[in-house]
């Protein structure tokens, strides 16, 4: 949703029925059963490096309003390299090898 649409919803205050939050991005899925989708999503991010996680939060914050796509793509290199050497990585290329689910520690 742009800012343009936000400001806009912000500043009238009006009703957003579920359909058009859909359409303009407000919401990213509409389901009869609203918690059951939101536990699932919170366990799929929950399965995931915690570290791994951290970053790609830091990234998007930080990428999102860049000066410059060669100040994004530094931070997204640092990142890469700083995460390419934990733990959770070596775990991740293991349990690809080994054909399993790998098992993070955060570390």
């Known amino acids: 949703m742009g800012q343009g649409r936000a400001a806009e919803l912000m500043l009238t205050n009006r009703p957003v029925e579920s359909a058009e939050a859909l359409r303009i991005g407000l919401v990213t899925s509409?389901?009869?059963?609203?918690?059951?989708?939101?536990?699932e999503t919170a366990a799929r991010i929950a399965a995931l490096s915690p570290f791994g996680v951290k970053m790609t939060k830091q990234v998007y914050r930080q990428t999102t309003d860049s000066p410059s796509l060669e100040i994004a793509l530094a931070l997204e290199n640092r990142t890469q390299i700083l995460a390419n050497a934990t733990h959770d990585a070596a775990e991740a290329r293991s349990a690809f090898l080994e054909k399993r689910r790998p098992v993070f520690t955060g570390s």
């Open 30 to 39: 509409v389901t009869d059963d609203a918690m059951a989708d939101a536990l």
